[in-house]
């Protein structure tokens, strides 16, 4: 594992943004795992402004994203498919075509689940996979329990998920209370993970997941066995090690 040690969360963006550049000019028809949240905002940013000055090229990439809400249309702005569109895809050249994301308005969850496995292969894998890092632990939608659970599957929502999400929603009823996510096993079988973190709140868990003892209890701590791994956290993330 291999960790860039970053000043502030500017500069871990453009150093992330940097390596997904880097993977997408050396192979320009490369697979992407993509992830939302707060931490990737900023490198989504720049990704966009260098494609904007003709740096970069994304017509022949293919992303495949970490999750998305069970329930959500792609029109609703909490949705994963919004966020990403919002974030990157409309500003970029990328094929809409080629960008995917678990159906959340796919009822049968084994469907949405195998569907979306079946993605996955049939895209060839994943070249980078792009991760937050959950307060917990969590990576994507895996949420510690007492097994790694392998591959894309249907999640019941905690109630303190539900709770914290509850101030994006009308109402307390229409918060999602399940999300599809790939599984450990999507995870490791990517080429290269890529892990941005930022900010104090989370050099706890950094120091746990990647220091600690590999348990599904901190489902990122597994990240330790995947043999091309690099953490760009700023020194806040990584003031506990
Ligand atoms: C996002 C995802 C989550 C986040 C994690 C960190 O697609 O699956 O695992 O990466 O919750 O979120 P932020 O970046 O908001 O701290």
New binding site residues.
Partial sequence: MKIIKTKDYQDMSRKAANLISAQIMMKPECVLGL??????VGLYRQLVEWYQKGDLDFSKVTSV???EYKGLTRENEQS?YYFMNDNLFQHVNIDKKRTHLPDGMEPDSDKACTDYNGIIEAVGGIDLQL????HNG????NEPCDHFELGTHCVDLTESTIQANRRFFESYEAVPRQAY?MGIGNIMKARKILVVVSGEDKAEIVKKAFFGPVTPQVPASILQLHPDVCVVADEAALSGI
Avoid at 35 to 40: I, L, Q, R, V
Avoid at 138 to 141: A, L, V
């Fill in positions: 992830a939302t949240g707060s931490t990737p994203n970490l999750d994963y991760l937050g890092l959950g969590h990576i994507g939608f996510t």
